[in-house]
């Protein structure tokens, strides 16, 4: 072969090559033009999912009415004041207030009280109940004496106690051995004709008020008195003794202690026993 086909084949052979890469460098830039265009899938998104979900249903229940905030009142203030200082609050006298008497409305009395009556029942009378309420305010009124006067009844209590036994002393210094007897056993042994009647009757019940009696041996009326009655009571305070006058053939005493009033009878006996003290709260005979 000729050296002029060689060079001729060998020109072919580069303009071929130069061709192919011209051709090749197309092919890449419409594949790629055309990979450009194919729209490419897109991976879901996480997060997009989550917010595109529909979130689950709400129940809206009414809520309370709240009071609209107060708004502080502003005061504008213009450029030229100035802060004004707090003035201190002086107190004020209150005068006083005059009294005035209110009126006193009189209680209204109460109806009066009218009872039914029936045919069956009979008709109360209203001067039983009239009675019945002056009997409560008396009984009231007494009450409220006796609780005023409650600490002198107890001095005058005090006082009675101490005058009876004053005058127990007394009973008690006229007893002697006899004094146990009965009165009239006493009167029918030794006493004078005509003593025992006038103390009891037929059936030997007393006719007078006998407390006590006291036989006083080989004594006669007058010495009982001087010896034993008289400086007896003396001794004692509170005691006042009169004569009284006579009964049985003896002299009467009258003896007053306070309120208390007591009636000593010496009626003597037969000559050889003495005498008997009677003490009674009467008169005897009476």
Avoid at 15 to 31: E, I, N, T
Avoid at 170 to 191: A, K, M
Avoid at 256 to 270: A, C, D, K, R, S
Wanted: proline share 13%; hydrophobic share 35%.
């Amino acid at each position: 072969m000729s050296v002029n086909a060689c060079d001729e084949k060998n020109d072919f052979f580069r303009r071929l090559s130069g061709q192919s890469s011209g051709l090749m460098v197309l092919l890449s830039v419409v594949l790629h033009s055309a990979i450009a265009l194919i729209p490419l899938k897109k991976t879901p998104d996480p997060l997009a999912q989550v917010i595109l979900e529909s979130p689950p249903a709400i129940t809206v229940t009414q809520l309370p009415e709240l009071p609209p905030p107060e708004v502080p009142k502003t005061v504008p203030e213009s450029a030229d004041s100035q802060p004004i200082p707090p003035q201190p609050v002086i107190p004020q006298p209150i005068p006083p207030q005059p009294v005035i008497p209110q009126p006193v409305a009189p209680n209204p009395a109460p109806p009066p009280v009218v009872a039914e009556t029936s045919s069956d029942m009979p008709v109360e009378n209203t001067a039983t109940e009239n009675t019945a309420t002056e009997n409560t305010a008396t009984e009231n009124t007494a009450v409220a004496n006796e609780e005023s006067s409650q600490p002198s009844s107890q001095s005058n209590e005090a006082k009675v106690a101490a005058m009876a036994i004053a005058w127990d002393g007394f009973l008690g210094s006229l007893q002697s051995g006899l004094s146990g007897s009965s009165l009239q056993q006493i009167l029918n042994l030794f006493g004078q004709p005509g003593q025992e009647d006038l103390f009891f009757d037929a059936n030997q019940q007393p006719k007078t008020s006998v407390v006590s009696h006291h036989l006083l041996e080989d004594k006669t009326p007058e010495q009982v008195f001087e010896q034993s009655v008289e400086p007896e009571l003396n001794e004692r305070e509170g005691f006042e003794v009169r004569a009284y006058g006579e009964f049985a053939g003896g002299p009467v005493y009258e003896v007053v202690q306070g309120e208390v009033v007591h009636y000593l009878n010496i009626v003597p006996l037969n000559e050889r026993s003495g005498s008997v003290l009677i003490v009674s709260d009467r008169p005897p005979g009476a």
